[in-house]
């Protein structure tokens, strides 16, 4: 339900001609903020999770910040002074340009615009937002598991592998609840965040590798 309503709001205020807007960037981390307070406040306190287990969790969550931090810099550099440097419209463009109708330039290398970050991804920063969108997905999918395994009962999958069975207790405490909440939210998060992956998997990422393959074709021959 949460990511239906998240693709509804999207359909409906998604940005247009003159229509940049903050609102989905400070979404996202406002969205970011909240899940981490309730993991390290209220989710900790029950003392079921390891320091390893919050060590690893706290790594992957800075390394999906460095990248999404990449991604925003890159793009403000490349725009102001770099090789994609903004410029006015023109109406006729070269084979490598694209005009962004959210930013109102023309810019090169343009991939598209994330309106999640509120920047044009371009080649140079591609990677970045490739690499942190898996380890948005790798953190979410850790975290939300060690959450929902510590509010409900647990059961072993397989080795060390634990999934949540009996989330019955999230009824009676406070604390569960909003608890409980905040992984489903993420789980929502989480779904978002898949469909992007396999869209720039069959997408976005032949794009990127299309010059590096021709490189190599023709070095082979």
């Known amino acids: 339900m949460i990511a239906i309503g998240m693709g509804a709001l999207y359909v409906q205020t998604r940005p247009r001609q003159k229509n940049r807007s903050p609102f ?11 899940m981490f307070l309730v993991f390290e406040i209220a989710i900790l306190r029950l003392l ?20 999404f931090y990449k ?12 090789s994609s440097k903004g410029k006015e419209y023109s109406p006729v463009l070269t084979s490598d340009s694209h005009y962004c109708q959210v930013c109102q330039i023309e810019v090169n ?5 994330s309106i999640w970050w509120n920047c044009c991804i371009l080649r140079q920063n591609y990677i970045y937002f490739f690499i942190g969108q898996l380890f948005a997905f790798t953190t979410i999918l850790y975290g939300t598991n060690l959450g929902l395994t510590t509010i409900c009962q647990p059961f072993l999958l397989y080795g060390i592998i634990l999934l949540p069975e ?11 609840a909003i608890s409980f909440v905040c992984c489903m939210y993420g789980l929502g998060y989480l779904c978002v965040v898949t469909l992007i992956l396999i869209r720039h998997f069959f997408v976005f990422i032949p794009k990127y590798m299309a010059p590096q ?4 074709v023709n070095a082979t021959v």
């Open 24 to 34: 989905f960037f400070s979404w996202t981390l406002s969205s970011g903020i909240w």
């Open 48 to 67: 079921e999770i390891t320091q390893l287990e919050h060590f690893i969790f706290l790594v992957l969550l800075a390394c999906t910040c460095f990248y």
């Open 71 to 82: 991604v925003k810099a890159i793009a403000d550099f490349e725009l102001a002074t770099g």
């Open 109 to 113: 290398d343009r991939f598209f615009h």
């Open 166 to 176: 009996d989330c019955q207790d999230v009824y009676f405490e406070f604390q569960l």
């Open 213 to 216: 393959w021709k490189k190599f």
